[in-house]
């Protein structure tokens, strides 16, 4: 990739109106007064726009970045000054140059295959909850074959801080294949950085910025993400298992009953991983590297005891991309956190209900309580019906605070008033529609990678139906899987749901079905 392509008026207005309404303090104008005023500047700001993409320059006016020290929580000690996380702002303007470079860079990757396919921070049809999914499912397969899974969370030390300019460079370069002007406009948009920290009136000097891809740009993940990847080869190298979501890697492998050769692998995986890092500009922060075995509680004990012995400390409990996993997957502690931030927040809602309208209520309602149930809900699959049941004592509270029901009113109506489905069924909604999406190149590739289509051995009417094979299992860990689970829910669909041609068609068809599946007469 040696040149950029202009844009016309057209994909500038729908990058603009698309992009969040955040004011630096550096803008002229607010944001949300500039997109409404879009029509008289549109002509100016696409000049500028072209005139950066195509001359291979980005504007130092556009560089430097207003750093707003917040503190991460209310009750922290606030003369304390590692309470608190520097939030970067950037101007507005430059931030749309960014995202035309971002949309024709990530479509250059994406056509080319450069991107790591473990890799699933801030990528198109990716999140934190597919990155779960894929290791968990690994690990439960594992499990079903009677062997033991260790899984190592790798921690960084400000790893957005530290990456190194001419490395960088260099990685876009000859790993990722840029050259002419589209290098140029990295190697511009790279050098003469600088930043100040504003606080109230206040505000300090002017500082260069050396190192380290823009804190709050839009291109800063994309770009550590290429920066990384190399490292994918030492794990493959010594044969260990891996995904990575941005500065969050984890690797993992498995173990078979007294036979623990491999945690040399894993061991000697780890130092080439440190001794990378250093040669990089980048810090593995080993006291907050976590590692956790998952299994036989017998053999789990007995591998946590070899690891202690080799200097791995391990424990039987970690948080992972904002999920509680424990050794036997069971998810009681995550669910347990999660039942109690929601009563914490529904407890406050309630108080201040009859002072705001239906609508508002609602959204606070979606807000704190709705987003905390279906995160990563589809790691839930399998789960016994007592673990999820408080999940769904907790969306009951939360209709009865909306619609104003008294406890000793029954919850199905209300629910059905609400168009809300019950927590069993936003779980299997979630992942037939990951394996719908997954099918049909509209989500990750290890995903779909996990399905294997159903192909009888002589014609039959199932043939074309869009059925998968069940993988199989033996224990209750292996219907758990996610592989397994989502194969045989999504069998059980009737075909011409499985068949929908589109997206909208096949959520439409899924939720009618689900709903008439939850509230029958």
């Not at 209310?74 to 520097?86: A, C, F, G, K, V």
């Not at 250059?108 to 396919?117: A, H, P």
């Not at 394996?435 to 590739?445: A, Q």
């Amino acid at each position: 990739m040696s040149i950029f392509e202009a844009i016309d008026s057209k994909i500038l207005e729908e990058i603009v109106q698309h992009l969040k309404s955040s004011t630096c303090y550096l803008d002229t104008l607010p944001t949300s007064f500039f997109k409404s005023v879009l029509n008289c500047l549109e002509a100016d700001l696409l000049e500028v726009v072209n005139a950066s993409l195509l001359s291979g320059t980005f504007p130092n006016s556009l560089k430097t970045a207003v750093v707003k020290p917040l503190l991460k929580k209310s009750n922290l000690d606030n003369t304390i000054l590692s309470n608190y996380r520097p939030i970067s702002n950037l101007p507005f303007i430059g931030k749309i140059i960014e995202k035309v470079v971002f949309n024709q860079l990530n479509k250059y990757l994406n056509s080319n295959g450069y991107l790591d396919n473990f890799q699933s921070g801030f990528r198109l049809h990716h999140s934190t909850e597919t990155a779960l999914i894929k290791i968990i499912n690994d690990i439960r397969l594992n499990s079903d074959s009677g062997k033991i899974s260790v899984l190592v969370l790798l921690d960084l030390s400000d790893a957005f801080d530290t990456v190194d300019h001419n490395i960088l460079l260099e990685r876009l370069e000859n790993w990722v294949g840029l050259s002419g002007m589209v290098l140029k406009w990295f190697r511009s948009y790279l050098e003469g950085r600088g930043y100040y920290v504003s606080v109230g009136e206040h505000k300090s000097k002017w500082t260069s910025m050396t190192c380290g891809v823009p804190q709050g740009s839009i291109l800063a993940p994309l770009l550590f993400s290429l920066y990384m990847l190399p490292l994918s080869q030492i794990m493959r190298k010594n044969q260990i298992a891996y995904h990575s979501y941005a500065d969050d890697t984890q690797i993992y492998l498995a173990l078979s009953p007294n036979d623990y050769s491999p945690i040399d692998s894993l061991s000697q995986c780890i130092d080439e991983i440190n001794s990378w890092m250093c040669q990089n500009f980048l810090q593995l922060n080993k006291e907050k590297t976590e590692v956790i075995a998952f299994g036989n509680k017998i053999e789990v004990f007995k591998v946590n005891a070899y690891l202690d012995s080799r200097g791995q400390t391990t424990k039987n409990q970690v948080r992972n991309l904002g999920v509680i996993l424990e050794t036997d997957l069971s998810f009681s502690s995550h669910v347990k956190a999660v039942t109690k931030s929601a009563y914490y927040h529904l407890k406050n809602i309630a108080r201040i209900r009859c002072f705001v309208s239906s609508q508002d209520l609602e959204k606070l309602v979606n807000a704190f309580i709705t987003s905390r149930v279906d995160y990563c809900n589809g790691l839930l699959t399998g789960l016994p019906k007592k673990t999820i049941r408080q999940l769904q004592l907790i969306q009951n509270a939360a209709a009865r605070i909306l619609t104003r029901t008294r406890k000793s009113e029954h919850i199905t109506p209300v629910l059905r008033s609400l168009h809300w489905l019950p927590v069993t069924f936003r779980i299997d909604f979630k992942v037939l529609l990951l394996v719908y999406k997954s099918l049909n190149d509209l989500g990750p590739k290890y995903i779909a990678d996990m399905f294997t289509e159903y192909k009888p051995n002589r014609t039959l009417r199932s043939l074309g139906s869009s059925q998968l094979e069940k993988p199989r299992v033996h224990t209750k860990q292996g219907e758990s899987a996610f592989s397994y689970y989502a194969a045989r829910s999504w069998n059980q669909l009737p075909e011409e749901i499985r068949c929908a041609k589109t997206l909208v068609t096949f959520k439409s068809r899924l939720k009618t079905h689900l709903f008439s599946c939850a509230f029958v007469e």
